[in-house]
């Protein structure tokens, strides 16, 4: 069973940076971040496949966000940088994939590639 934790969200102004965490025991293969904007539906912007470092990102965040992992600690980051007033959502972890490294980038930000979420964590920024 794979429970997940994440951590990090606050406010802040356009420009600036967050990471978020997610811990991740239990996980394996992909740990993927998506987010949800209020009256939008869930969005995959970073994936990392755990093995090998392989990562996906979708095209809003690619070049601001970074994933990475530590599987010392069962973490997987999210660096955020240059945010935007369009990245305000609730972010949430994602793991649970039977997937190995062999899983298309467009999988790896889907949604329902995913059997395990944690509970979220709110970004705001302002501008």
């Known amino acids: 069973q794979v429970q997940l934790v994440e951590s990090g969200g606050g406010s802040v102004q356009a420009g600036g940076s967050l990471r978020l965490s997610c811990a991740a025991s239990?996980?394996?293969?992909?740990v993927g971040w998506f987010r949800q904007a209020p009256g939008k539906g869930r969005e995959g912007i970073a994936s990392?496949?755990?093995?090998?470092?392989?990562?996906a990102y979708a095209d809003s965040v690619k070049g601001r966000f970074a994933i990475s992992r530590d599987n010392a600690k069962e973490m997987v980051y999210l660096q955020m940088n240059s945010l935007k007033p369009e990245d305000t959502a609730m972010y949430y972890c994602?793991?649970?994939?039977?997937?190995?490294?062999?899983?298309?980038?467009?999988?790896?930000?889907?949604?329902?590639?995913?059997?395990?979420w944690g509970r979220g964590t709110q970004v705001t920024v302002s501008s």
């Open positions: 994602a793991a649970g994939t039977d997937w190995g490294s062999s899983m298309t980038d467009i999988q790896a930000l889907r949604e329902m590639t995913y059997r395990d």
């Open positions: 239990g996980y394996r293969n992909w």
């Open positions: 990392v496949y755990i093995y090998g470092g392989r990562t």
